[in-house]
């Protein structure tokens, strides 16, 4: 069965959490501020890609959009839930 899953939405979707990770680490946009977001984030955003890559999502796991969009939303609470303030 075919799914409604593009592979441009994973990828934008995956995007997109990525930079809301990154931004709830360390407030602030001057260049030391960004610089310890993206060093901070770096391997989650290394674990999220790999197993939420386009190929595994649509071939082998087959999801549907409405699937997908589950699991991001339970990845993003579940950071922020394990975030320590």
């Known amino acids: 069965k075919p799914t409604d899953l593009e592979p441009v939405y994973v990828i934008q979707t995956l995007k997109d959490l990525c930079s809301k990770i990154e931004r709830c680490i360390f407030p602030g946009y001057d260049d030391i501020s960004v610089e310890v977001q993206r060093n901070g984030t770096l391997l989650m955003q290394i ?18 959009r409405e699937a997908f969009d589950w699991v991001m939303g339970e990845v993003e609470t ?7 303030n």
């Open 47 to 64: 674990l999220l890609r790999s197993p939420l890559a386009c190929k595994p999502i649509l071939c082998k796991h087959r999801l549907s």
């Open 78 to 84: 579940r950071f922020k839930a394990a975030h320590a």
